[in-house]
C-alpha cells in the first residue's frame, strides 16, 4: 500500500500532465484530522477542469485509491475530491482568489513536489 506522500506526489503528476495552474501542497497532517495533505490547485475552463478532476481519479484508482466521493463536479468551479488522507480542490481562476483557501490553511506547511519524493 502506498503512503499518502506517495499517492499525493502521484495526483500532483496528473495535475501537472494536464496543465493545471499554481499547484499548492499544503501538509495539514500536524494540525487537523481531516487528512494529510490538502492540494489546491486551477483550471483555466470549465472543460480543462472537468479533465483535471478526471485523470486524477483515473490515475489514483490505477494507483489503488479509489475517490471517496467528490462535490462541485457538474459546475465546475471548485471541485472537491476527498480521498481522505488527501484532499484535492481544484478551481476556476475567480473561486481560487474568492475562497482563498492557501490563506485559511496558512497554519499547515507549504511544500513542493519535490519534498514529496523525498524520504520515503
Known amino acids: 500500500?502506498?503512503?499518502?506522500?506517495?499517492?499525493?506526489?502521484?495526483?500532483?503528476?496528473?495535475?501537472?500532465?494536464?496543465?493545471?495552474?499554481?499547484?499548492?501542497?499544503?501538509?495539514?497532517s500536524d494540525i487537523s484530522t481531516i487528512a494529510d495533505y490538502f492540494i489546491i490547485a486551477n483550471g483555466t475552463n470549465r472543460s480543462q477542469i472537468q479533465a483535471l478532476a478526471d485523470y486524477v481519479e483515473e490515475t489514483l484508482?490505477?494507483?489503488?485509491?479509489?475517490?471517496?466521493?467528490?462535490?462541485?463536479?457538474?459546475?465546475?468551479?471548485?471541485?472537491?475530491?476527498?480521498?481522505r488522507d488527501i484532499v484535492i480542490h481544484i478551481f476556476d481562476r475567480e473561486n481560487?482568489?474568492?475562497y482563498d483557501l492557501d490563506r485559511i490553511w496558512r497554519d499547515g506547511k507549504l511544500i513542493t513536489p519535490e519534498e514529496l519524493q523525498s524520504s520515503r
Open 96 to 98: 481560487r482568489l474568492f
Open 1 to 28: 500500500m502506498k503512503t499518502a506522500k506517495e499517492l499525493a506526489k502521484i495526483a500532483i503528476d496528473a495535475l501537472e500532465e494536464k496543465k493545471a495552474e499554481d499547484i499548492h501542497i499544503i501538509d495539514i
Open 61 to 83: 484508482g490505477r494507483a489503488g485509491l479509489p475517490l471517496k466521493q467528490v462535490e462541485g463536479y457538474e459546475t465546475a468551479n471548485w471541485i472537491l475530491m476527498d480521498y
